[in-house]
């Protein structure tokens, strides 16, 4: 998929023109809003049919977007997804500063409650509209729930809301005929019809990004990490599966000399899976794949450096989003090395031996990814990060110094690859800071 999830959102917002009038009337009528409730109606429709998470800024909730299969009958095993989704959301809050906490809020929302209804107040909440079984959305708040208390950092709700893998067949059977009045009904459960507090032209956070470690990080919390409400799913085998089946996938060790993550950043993740599936590599050697394995090798590295006990007292949970944390304040290249103690791009290099993707690669080889300054004046804040800096000209930078230019320029990393704009308008600007922050659209979560 070369326009990744760029493309995906210029086609919510073509599909939202097609039914402007019956959501027009609402308040909610700016881009980020429309293009919000666009998404939500394509997945209705079942013509995007991957899990997923919704990060508004400033809203008053967060959604999850989850499709449930008919043909997997071990419910625990969806549920790993709905941890999964919120990983990422917590990923989005720290990017787009506005979670900031380290520990739960007081007030707001209880930390922890079993209901599945809708519009109640509580953490977590379902919108079933699909008629998914109830023992399957059980147990997906239960998931959620079952999570520590140090990561309930949101100080609203998060809906999760189940469509039908299969729509018209067998569990989770939406009505078609439904699918606008679905749609408009979850949005305004979530959001509220006028969509209260959330952003118009949000931050381009995921310039800021490291594209293979979210990915990574999200899928290796939910299977060996926050599991302790499964009972029958064995989340470390699943995860040991995953990352076999992805070797395969990826050709990996020694066959894929095109497997060069570089910067982590989505847009480097794109042009590799293009060269690879150009090369005959199968299309399975996905996002979901290239980040769990970049993340096997980061946790085969930390064991490396600081010991057995590493994943305890070092490169914990709490370590990385830190690291998310100062992301957008230093450029997540800077914040990694500020943490650690050493740089992505040893990581890097050390995954291209343990992969043999190129044995004699060195960190100094590996590019950065720079930070995007928020900060700079005029609208819509038309900043891009410079690729052109290698990684020790950035890391000399750490951990203070903003590496950006600002003008009318494009954004390398918030448009299609097959885009040839290069001098875009300030539309087309808010159109890629909506691009880059409506949603992430994960495929393959459940092979």
Same mark, same amino acid.
């Given at each position: ?15 939202? &023109? ?28 079942? +013509? ?33 997804? &709905? ?45 079933? #509209? ?10 997906? +708040? ?89 009972? &029958?799913?064995?989340?470390?085998? #699943? ?25 982590? *950043? ?47 007292? #070092? ?12 992301? $957008? ?10 943490? #650690? ?15 043999? %993707?190129?044995? *004699?690669?060195?960190?100094?080889? %590996? ?12 609208? $819509? ?67």
């Amino acid at each position: 998929m070369s326009a990744s999830l760029h493309g995906a959102f210029f086609l919510s917002l073509a599909l939202f &023109s097609s039914f402007s009038n019956s959501f027009v009337s609402a308040a909610c009528t700016h881009e980020y809003g429309q293009a919000t409730y666009g998404d939500i109606y394509q997945k209705f429709q079942g +013509l995007e049919a991957s899990g997923g998470s919704t990060y508004a800024k400033g809203a008053r909730a967060n959604g999850l977007h989850i499709y449930i299969d008919p043909t997997v009958t071990e419910i625990e095993e969806t549920a790993k997804v &709905s941890v999964h989704e919120y990983v990422h959301l917590l990923q989005q809050g720290y990017l787009n500063e506005e979670l900031v906490l380290d520990t739960a809020p007081t007030g707001g929302v209880p930390l922890s409650d079993s209901s599945s209804s809708v519009g109640n107040g509580l953490r977590f909440q379902a919108i079933n #509209y699909c008629d998914v079984a109830e023992a399957t959305v059980t147990k997906h +708040l239960e998931a959620l729930n079952a999570m520590p208390d140090d990561v309930k950092l949101f100080d609203h709700p998060t809906f999760v809301i189940f469509y039908s893998q299969t729509p018209g067949e067998g569990t989770g059977n939406c009505d078609a005929a439904q699918t606008e009045t679905f749609a408009r009904d979850a949005f305004n459960a979530i959001y509220g019809e006028d969509c209260p507090g959330m952003e118009s032209t949000p931050m381009i956070w995921e310039a800021n990004e490291n594209h293979v470690v979210a990915e990574g990080e999200a899928e290796f919390l939910a299977t060996n990490v926050y599991t302790s409400s499964y009972t &029958s799913f064995n989340g470390k085998a #699943y995860w040991e599966q995953k990352i076999a089946d992805g070797k395969t996938d990826c050709k990996l060790p020694g066959n894929n000399p095109n497997f060069y993550v570089h910067s982590g *950043s989505s847009q480097d993740v794109d042009d590799m899976k293009d060269k690879m599936q150009n090369a005959g590599v199968s299309p399975a050697c996905s996002n979901n794949a290239i980040g769990e394995l970049m993340y096997a090798s980061f946790v085969n590295y930390c064991l490396e450096k600081e010991g057995t006990n590493a994943l305890d007292d #070092y490169c914990t949970p709490e370590a990385l989003r830190r690291v998310w944390k100062a992301a $957008p304040t230093q450029g997540f290249d800077c914040a990694f090395f500020n943490q #650690y103690g050493w740089t992505w791009g040893e990581v890097v290099a050390k995954m291209y031996a343990e992969y043999q %993707v190129d044995t *004699s690669a060195v960190a100094t080889t %590996v590019p950065s990814l720079c930070l995007y300054d928020q900060t700079c004046s005029g609208e $819509p804040k038309p900043c891009r990060r410079l690729p052109s800096y290698t990684h020790d000209e950035a890391l000399a930078k750490c951990p203070f110094e903003v590496i950006a230019s600002c003008g009318d320029i494009s954004l390398s990393s918030a448009s299609s690859s097959s885009s040839s704009r290069s001098s875009p308008t300030n539309a087309a600007m808010i159109s890629a800071a909506v691009a880059a922050s409506v949603s992430f659209f994960f495929a393959f979560f459940l092979n």
